[in-house]
């Protein structure tokens, strides 16, 4: 079992739905992150948080809007989506961004397949 | 800037043949090396690790070496299983900063035959 929990683990919607993805994870870590995967890709990182501050935004378009309320949990919402944003969406947390000699490596979400119609 | 190379797939092995897929990576000062596997229909999963040169890394009958004269990080195992068919993705990570990230090769398919 992943230690990340993200829900719900399938969803379809419309190119004008809004919609969230939601994570979350209870084992202490102040780094969370959001992946999107392409089928046969290696993931491609979005964002990230570190002490619930945004800290890295991969020029990712604004209708993807990521929110991180508390240290636990991380959302990101969805607004007027394109097919080609279809992909698995994987979340991710580390005990710290910046692993140093912690050398901390991420704990995957088990993700979220998207379908946008 | 840096980055990882894998081999590319599918691997397609026999039951308890002998497994090695190869990576090799392209960084300035001394990155930590990451083996993540991944089954189908979920996320990443770390395998093993290592944080500094010569280190090896093992877990489940896999190993690695972190082999900075040749920069590599090849994942081998003795004897697989059909329960180790995945997704394999060699990373590496150096963080000194809020903007560090982990960096993953392409990922390598490997396919056991019972």
């Known amino acids: 079992d992943t230690e990340v929990t993200q829900t719900p683990k399938h969803l379809v919607m419309g190119m004008t739905n809004k919609k969230s993805l939601k994570c979350e994870q209870h084992?202490?870590?102040?780094?969370m992150y959001w992946y999107k995967q392409k089928a046969k890709k290696p993931p491609e990182l979005m964002f990230v948080?570190?002490?619930?501050?945004?800290?890295i935004n991969e020029s990712v378009p604004s209708r993807f809007s990521p929110e991180c309320p508390n240290s636990s949990l991380l959302n990101l919402h969805l607004h007027a989506l394109q097919p080609e944003d279809s992909a698995l969406y994987l979340c991710?947390?580390?005990?710290?961004?910046?692993?140093?000699?912690?050398?901390?490596?991420?704990?995957f979400g088990n993700g979220t397949r998207l379908t946008v119609t | 800037g840096d980055s990882v190379t894998q081999m590319e797939g599918p691997v397609t092995l026999s039951e308890e043949a002998f497994l090695t897929i190869n990576c090799t990576y392209t960084?300035?000062?001394?990155?930590?090396l990451f083996w993540y596997v991944q089954y189908p229909g979920e996320g990443l999963q770390l395998l093993l690790k290592?944080?500094?040169?010569?280190d090896k890394g093992s877990n489940k009958g896999f190993e690695a070496t972190y082999r900075k004269e040749t920069t590599s990080f090849h994942l081998e195992k003795g004897s697989v299983q059909v329960s180790d068919s995945a997704v394999y993705f060699c990373?590496?990570?150096?963080?000194?900063?809020?903007?560090?990230?982990?960096?993953f090769g392409s990922g390598t398919r490997l396919s056991i035959r019972p």
């Open positions: 991710a947390s580390s005990q710290d961004v910046v692993l140093g000699q912690n050398n901390s490596p991420l704990h």
């Open positions: 084992m202490g870590h102040r780094a």
């Open positions: 948080y570190s002490y619930e501050k945004l800290s």
């Open positions: 960084a300035t000062g001394y990155p930590s």
């Open positions: 290592a944080t500094k040169a010569d």
């Open positions: 990373a590496l990570f150096q963080g000194y900063s809020s903007a560090s990230k982990i960096i």
